[in-house]
């Protein structure tokens, strides 16, 4: 396989984020007054949709408390939960072989964009990617995964047949798919299982660079 950009999902792809949106999701709860607890099953579909719909699908959160918990857990991420993630191991070092080899490499997230860049930069990956692209709410609503991912087509100048979306979730495959780019799933995410069967995925990070020689 050999596209010219290669774009990649943040959370559950590039970092273990789940520690701190979990905490961040909890305190949401406990700040509305409301149980916080859940399965750890469950919890895991926090990790890949936008946040509004997380909070109707793991809490069944009713629509009149979810002005509130968004803008108590936007609030509360952006001091503390977007610096309690880990990168995956070997993440940088295939990122910069993948950077050697002359792929362009990009992100495409459903995360707030200035908190993606954010991140990027605190955790040392920023270097290695030539945009970095994400939500940005309007009064219309949020982007889609399929218009970010066209936003970083434009920004790099690059076709769909040229690129590839590497993510760990359905909305990475679903909107890979809108978009009309090629699709990595990676199981070590949270969205597929690893006995999952999918047309191309990879375990571990290493295995990028097989797929991407």
Not at 4 to 26: E, H, M, N, Y
Not at 134 to 146: C, I, L, M
Not at 166 to 195: L, Q
Request: hydrophobic fraction near 40%.
């Amino acid at each position: 396989m050999r596209p010219k950009l290669i774009i990649f999902d943040l959370d559950g792809t590039l970092l273990d984020t789940s520690p701190g949106i979990f905490a961040t999701a909890r305190y949401t709860m406990e700040r509305l007054g409301l149980d916080p607890d859940v399965a750890q099953q469950q919890m895991r579909k926090f990790i890949g949709p936008p946040i509004s719909e997380c909070f109707k699908v793991v809490y069944d959160l009713p629509q009149r408390y979810l002005a509130d918990a968004l803008s108590i857990y936007k609030e509360r991420y952006k001091s503390e939960g977007q610096y309690q993630a880990l990168v995956y191991p070997h993440m940088a070092d295939v990122l910069d072989a993948l950077h050697g080899r002359g792929y362009l490499l990009a992100v495409g997230t459903l995360k707030n964009e200035s908190t993606a860049k954010n991140m990027m930069t605190h955790y040392g990956l920023a270097s290695f990617f030539a945009v970095v692209r994400g939500d940005v709410s309007t009064p219309s609503g949020g982007r889609t995964k399929a218009e970010i991912l066209r936003t970083v087509m434009r920004d790099t100048n690059m076709k769909p047949e040229w690129s590839v979306l590497v993510g760990d979730t359905e909305h990475d495959r679903n909107g890979a798919n809108e978009a009309n780019v090629g699709f990595v799933a990676v199981t070590y995410g949270f969205g597929f299982p690893h006995d999952a069967s999918l047309p191309m995925s990879v375990s571990s990070p290493l295995e990028l660079l097989t797929l991407f020689p």
